[in-house]
């Protein structure tokens, strides 16, 4: 992970297992986005890459930051759900990425709160 002005207007950027964030963000936004870049990290690498668009893995990846950053007690107000509207994400594909992204965010729950019965998905 590292901090760069160079990725502006972006708040972060994930290349390869690299994770780049944009300095000078409050502590609950940089969480919320490097969420959303681990998302990207854990879902969109690989032959999945190649079997979404834009629109879908930016609503993926946006959809895991809200429930990993709700399931921590913030409050992400609307901003997620401005995300997936800009980029062109909607219920549909939500609805069709639904057990990808509870499966991603139980992982980076997982990881972040290990033996935290809130992130598993078996209850």
């Given at each position: 992970?590292?901090?760069?002005?160079?990725?502006?207007?972006?708040?972060?950027?994930?290349?390869?297992?690299?994770?780049?964030?944009?300095?000078?963000m409050?502590?609950?936004e940089?969480f919320?986005?490097l969420?959303?870049?681990?998302?990207?990290?854990?879902?969109?690498?690989?032959?999945?890459?190649?079997?979404?668009?834009?629109?879908?893995?930016?609503?993926?990846?946006?959809?895991?930051?809200?429930?990993?950053?709700?399931?921590?007690?913030?409050?992400?107000?609307?901003?997620?759900?401005?995300?997936?509207?800009?980029?062109?994400?909607?219920?549909?594909?939500?609805?069709?990425?639904?057990?990808?992204?509870?499966?991603?965010?139980?992982?980076?729950?997982?990881?972040?709160?290990?033996?935290?019965?809130?992130?598993?998905?078996?209850?």
């Amino acid at each position: 992970m590292a901090y760069s002005d160079a990725i502006r207007p972006a708040r972060g950027l994930s290349s390869g297992g690299k994770i780049v964030l944009l300095p000078g963000m409050s502590a609950a936004e940089e969480f919320s986005v490097l969420a959303h870049e681990t998302a990207h990290e854990l879902l969109h690498r690989g032959d999945r890459r190649a079997a979404t668009n834009h629109a879908i893995r930016e609503t993926e990846a946006e959809a895991v930051a809200f429930v990993v950053s709700t399931a921590i007690g913030l409050d992400t107000d609307t901003s997620s759900a401005d995300y997936i509207q800009l980029h062109a994400g909607d219920k549909t594909t939500l609805a069709e990425s639904l057990a990808d992204i509870q499966q991603t965010a139980v992982e980076i729950l997982r990881a972040i709160l290990p033996g935290d019965p809130a992130a598993d998905s078996s209850q």
